[in-house]
C-alpha cells in the first residue's frame, strides 16, 4: 500500500537546544583555529565530509552526534519564519 501523505514532525525543545550547543562548540573551535566558521559549516552539511570540521576541541565527533536532516530542516524552517 503505497501512502502519498505528507509526514509533518518538529523537533522537540530538547533536540533544539542540543543541536545548538553542539553548533556553537563547533563554530567556536572553527574559529579558534581560524577558519571561516559557516563556510566549514556548510561544507560539512552539504557534503557530509567530516574533514570539513577540525578535529580541535573535539569539533568533529560532536558535529556529528547532529542529525544533518534535521539540522537543515530547522535551519529553513527559522530561514522563513523570519
Known sequence: MQNNDTI???L???NET???D????????LREKGYNPINQ????LLSEDP???TN???ARTL???IDRDELLQKLVRNYLEE
Open 8 to 10: 509533518k514532525f518538529r
Open 12 to 14: 522537540g525543545s530538547e
Open 18 to 20: 542540543e543541536m545548538r
Open 22 to 29: 553542539i553548533l556553537l562548540m563547533v563554530y567556536n573551535a
Open 41 to 44: 559549516i556548510v561544507g560539512y
Open 51 to 53: 574533514t570539513y570540521i
Open 56 to 58: 580541535y576541541k573535539n
Open 63 to 65: 558535529i556529528r552526534r
